[in-house]
């Protein structure tokens, strides 16, 4: 299971002042997700700022 918490397109929106996905899921995912606990995004990308400051 992936932590949308953790998630790079995980944003907060001013606008609805609160976080949304900028990933647009189709229909398929978007019912896979609201299923409950076993979902794994497939566009789950961590948002670890110090990727790059070890691979150097």
């Known amino acids: 299971m992936t932590n949308c918490d953790e ?7 001013e606008d609805y002042d609160c976080y949304t996905c900028l990933v647009n899921l189709d229909e398929d995912e978007m019912f896979r997700f609201l299923q409950g606990a076993n979902y794994d995004c497939p566009y789950y990308d961590r948002d670890d700022e110090y990727l790059l ?3 150097q």
């Open 7 to 13: 998630c790079v397109n995980y944003v907060y929106d």
């Open 53 to 55: 400051a070890r691979k």
